[in-house]
């Protein structure tokens, strides 16, 4: 499909028959563009990227290249679970950079958030076309546009997926999942076979923690904040509440409180919970979370995670607050 409209005839995908016509159908087309040639994808774990892999090593196998960069600013498990999934199960050809050091290092004592954001965007495709050069006869770029990236941006992608390939790489877009809502991007990778808690992973931005680590980021204030989101995560999977909440993460400033600990007096920093609804992104309301699964929350942060004493919970909907803290 060379066009980036939606045709009105085409049905919403809802159920596992309409996901397999469907990927059946971008199959033959992938073929038909891509010939023998290989295709480079950026494979980030996210949601769309994570499907556009799946599909097109269903329709082309090894000549599709990811390649995965871990900018240490991933949550917990995330990077592994890339590996574990297209690395070993299905056994994708992977390129796997750990970045961690380069990005850290190029982050310290900035502090200003529209700066580390460039600086994250900046190097993340600065390692990627370090990574594109070493690869012969890459012809095609994958990417993970869904169709509401091409209604808000008219066709350009650049902040989500690598905007900034070098010149002399003329390479042609390979988009099979362009057309579709982010609604049937899952239903489509739940038919694909990935694990269902990756197919219905939460948006997470480009930066990563690199937004939630408020201020310049240190390495045991991101540690902190890495160990203290994944016990949220945990606990929101065990109530039943991983599935009704749209998004919801950990933020930690760079301020710190005196607390008790072994009855001595040290300072720590605060969590906060954010945890938001929403249809759209451009509003936002307020889950409300039961105060038995916060204390539950607060009691395994506070005695689990080194560096924090106290558990906040931030209440603003947006408009007012911005979803991301920066």
Known sequence: MSTNVRPETMERITTPELAKAFIDEQVAEVRAQVGDKKVLLAL?????????AALLIKAIGKQLVCVHVNHGLMRKGESENVIEVFGKELDANLVYIDATDRFLDLLAGVDEPEKKRKIIGNEFIEVFNEEAKKLEGIAFLAQGTIYPDILESDGVKAHHNVGGLPEDMKLELVEPVKLLYKDEVRVVGEALGLPHAMVYRQPFPGPGLGVRCLGAITRDRLHALREADAILREEFDNCGLAEKVWQYFIAIPDVKSVGVR?????????????????????????EEIPYPILHKITDRITHEVEGINRVLLDLTPKPIGTIEWE
Do not use: F, H, L, Q
């Not at 072994?262 to 307020?286: F, H, Q």
């Open 44 to 52: 980030s774990g996210g949601v769309d990227s994570s499907v556009v």
């Open 262 to 286: 072994n009855d001595k007096r040290y300072e720590g920093w605060p969590a906060i919970i954010r945890a938001v609804n929403t249809k759209d992104a451009m509003t936002a309301t307020i």
